[in-house]
């Protein structure tokens, strides 16, 4: 069983680092692998529209670290997407990343079907709610199973660490992992 979290964030050590971090926490206790990307140092190139995907699974494009995210994410049994709210929504990084993956799943069906899917993010105070829906909305379209929780799966910052603050937001972190590792276990045990 094997978790990939993406973080969008244009920071290192930042808060949705932070909320993705606390849910890792909590999968590696439960004996379940874990890998962790961020685009802090990357340039995700935006879809070509090409539609040269069909057939090849991942996308033409190879001169970013696109290719190796995505081919990560189809071996996965869990994705995390994490992002900061930039302009009301995803970061631009984590949105050139969904749509290059969406265009490559249109064009190849299945390919993260059943896969269960955890969408987080960080806001200094407005628009994380369209910054969750667009991250489910992938999910969904894509044949993956949505984790909920006791509340959306947001948190208040601005500043790096702000986030350790918002304690509901950190409890609802510790909710969406046990959530997660039941949902992984139900679907997963003796189907893969
Ligand atoms: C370019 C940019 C745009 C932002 N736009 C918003 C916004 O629309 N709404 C909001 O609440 N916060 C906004 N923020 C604040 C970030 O969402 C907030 O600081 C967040 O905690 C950053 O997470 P990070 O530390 O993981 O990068 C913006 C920050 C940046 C750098």
Redesign the pocket.
Known sequence: MNVLAING???KN????ILINRILEKLNCAGIKTQYFEFADSFIKPCRACFACGGIYNCIQKDDVFHTVFENMKSADGIILGS?????NISASMQAFLERSAVICDMNAGLLKHKIGVGVV???????LNAVDSINHFFLNHEMFVVGSTYWNMAY??M?G??LKDSEAMLNMDNIAENMIWLLKKTIQGER
């Open positions: 964030s244009a920071r930042g808060n949705t680092h900061p709210v930039y302009s009301a960080s806001a200094r105070r407005g628009g994380a910052g601005k790096e702000d986030v």
